[in-house]
């Protein structure tokens, strides 16, 4: 299951509940111009990480996205991008670099 997302609603607005407000340009956040609809109202508190983009260990998107791995046993992540509100699905391999969030049972 993907226990990331079960409070935050359905996919299309939730990568704004999920971020964190502010953008880098006004000095009040972490995220690139536009911050679209970040609101943090799921408590989430996204921030832009980036991500290693492949096996050659290339880095990549800091600022402007944040991808977690999804509890899934597939290789599966959720991407949150700066210009956008949605929370996207992304089959990833298991080369690449991704941001984890603990969950305290």
Sequence with gaps: SDTMISG?????GAGGKMK???TIQAGTG????????ASNSSGFTAL???GRRSS???YGGISNE???WTSSTNPVGRLIQSSSRTLTLLYSIKN???SVRCLKD
């Excluded at 935050?8 to 299309?12: K, R």
């Excluded at 972490?30 to 609809?37: E, G, K, S, V």
């Design 96 to 98: 690449y670099g991704h």
């Design 8 to 12: 935050s609603g359905v996919i299309n």
């Design 20 to 22: 964190s407000t502010g």
């Design 56 to 58: 050659d260990g290339s």
């Design 30 to 37: 972490l995220w690139q111009d536009p911050n679209t609809d």
């Design 66 to 68: 944040g991808i977690w």
């Design 48 to 50: 832009p990480g980036g």
